[in-house]
């Protein structure tokens, strides 16, 4: 069946750097673009940073423009967030998800299959 499963997160000073990883399985990966999500408690999940089938990560939330980049390894089935100058805002659980062929990357209807998350804490 199609998993896909994030790891990586934890607690981190204000202004240090994490890599969230997101390795999938069950179907052709290379096959899929995908985007990094993030949830924090009380507010809507929001698109972070997407990756295609390329690698190559054209959209970012302003938010985040500058600090994370999206990357992937498709013999090793999996893509990756690096987030560097980490704020308290960025505390949150993050997700990685597959985008269904031809659709918006923006939008979370877009995405056919998610992980569970791996949480983000920002704090000194």
């Known amino acids: 069946q199609v998993q896909l499963v994030e790891s990586g997160g934890g607690l981190v000073q204000p202004g240090g750097s994490l890599t969230l990883s997101c390795v999938a399985s069950?179907?052709?990966?290379?096959?899929?673009?995908y985007a990094w999500f993030r949830q924090a408690p009380g507010k809507e999940r929001e698109f972070v940073r997407s990756i295609d089938w390329k690698g190559t990560s054209a959209y970012a939330s302003d938010s985040v423009k500058g600090r994370f980049t999206a990357s992937r390894d498709n013999a090793k089935n999996a893509v990756y967030l690096q987030m560097n100058y980490l704020r308290p805002d960025d505390t949150a659980m993050y997700y990685c998800?597959?985008?269904?062929?031809?659709?918006?990357?923006?939008?979370?209807?877009?995405?056919?299959?998610w992980g569970q998350g791996t949480q983000v804490t920002v704090s000194s």
């Open positions: 069950g179907f052709p990966f290379s096959n899929y673009a």
């Open positions: 998800a597959r985008l269904r062929s031809g659709e918006s990357y923006l939008l979370r209807t877009s995405y056919d299959y």
